[in-house]
C-alpha cells in the first residue's frame, strides 16, 4: 500500500522554526521528484519546493525563498521541509507528493501520489 505520512506540524509564533518530516513507503520514493504543497485556510493549494531523485535539483517558491530548505534521505525513504522565519501567512496544511516527474503543479491530482498533510499554524 502506498502511502506518504507527513509530521512535524503545529502551532509556533512568528520569527520562529519547524521542520516537517514525510516518510513514505509502498514505493521506491528515490525514483521520484518530491514535493511540499500547501493550502492556506480558505485558499487555493501552493506549490512551495520540489526535489529530485537524486537532491541537486532543488526548487521554491518566491514566497519561500531564503526561509525553507527542502531536503531527502532516500535510505530511509523520507522527505523534509525546514521552515525557518516562519510569517502569520505560513498558515496551512501542509502535504507532501510524489510524482516521476519534475512538474509542480497546484493540483493533487497531477501528482502520482499525495499525503494527508499536517496542519503548520504560524501565530502569536
Known amino acids: 500500500q502506498v502511502q506518504l505520512v507527513e509530521s512535524g506540524g503545529g502551532l509556533v509564533q512568528p520569527a520562529g522554526s519547524l521542520r516537517l518530516s514525510c516518510v513514505a513507503s509502498?514505493?521506491?520514493?528515490?525514483?521520484?521528484?518530491m514535493y511540499w504543497v500547501r493550502q492556506a485556510p480558505g485558499k487555493g493549494f501552493e506549490w512551495v519546493s520540489l526535489?529530485?531523485?537524486?537532491?541537486?535539483?532543488?526548487q521554491y517558491a518566491d514566497s519561500v525563498k531564503g526561509r525553507f530548505a527542502i531536503s531527502r534521505d532516500n535510505p530511509k525513504n523520507t522527505l523534509f521541509l525546514q521552515m525557518n522565519s516562519l510569517k502569520p501567512e505560513d498558515t496551512a496544511m501542509y502535504y507532501c507528493?510524489?510524482?516521476?516527474?519534475?512538474?509542480?503543479?497546484?493540483?493533487?491530482?497531477?501528482?502520482?501520489?499525495w499525503g494527508q498533510g499536517t496542519q503548520v499554524t504560524v501565530s502569536s
Open positions: 509502498g514505493f521506491i520514493s528515490s525514483n521520484y521528484w
Open positions: 507528493a510524489a510524482d516521476p516527474y519534475g512538474r509542480p503543479s497546484i493540483h493533487p491530482s497531477d501528482y502520482a501520489y
Open positions: 526535489i529530485n531523485p537524486g537532491g541537486a535539483n532543488i
